[in-house]
């Protein structure tokens, strides 16, 4: 189910293991960018989703006060979601590769669910749904 589209961003949900999956589709503007994460926290909220996939693959590097923001403000959200796993596709820029890093091994607000960085979706789905049936 289709929860939102934009030239930059999917957000979809899969019904049949209630993973919710964000795909990337390049850059926006920081108002977009901040926005889209605001409807990802509110939709594994409301809808208590314990797994999702971030797709990163064409998302460029943040800009410092982008990237700032993510750690300082978003995180904290994100962490308080229900979330069990957490998969991202990453980058193929290195630059925003370096700064999901950062995200992700934050060692002052560790996230509370695991998180694994792949390299293709299929990886990360199989992973959600193997790990959710086991």
């Known amino acids: 189910m289709v929860l939102f589209e934009a ?5 979809e949900l899969y019904t049949a293991h209630n993973v919710l999956v964000s795909q990337w589709y ?3 503007t920081s108002a977009q960018y901040r926005e889209a994460l605001k409807r990802f926290i509110h939709y594994v909220d409301t809808r208590n989703i314990q797994y999702a996939i971030s797709d ?3 998302l460029p590097p943040l800009s410092d006060e982008d990237a700032r923001w993510t750690v300082e403000v978003f995180l904290e959200s994100f962490r308080k979601l229900p979330l069990q796993r957490f ?3 990453k980058s193929f820029s290195s630059s925003a590769g370096k700064q999901l890093q950062h995200f992700i091994r934050n060692k002052e607000q ?11 979706l299929t990886s990360a789905y199989d992973w959600l749904t193997a790990t959710k049936a086991v």
């Open 110 to 120: 560790p996230l509370p669910f695991e998180a694994r960085v792949f390299e293709d």
């Open 7 to 11: 030239p930059y961003q999917h957000l």
């Open 56 to 58: 990163r693959r064409m």
């Open 26 to 28: 390049g850059g926006c």
């Open 87 to 89: 998969a991202i596709i």
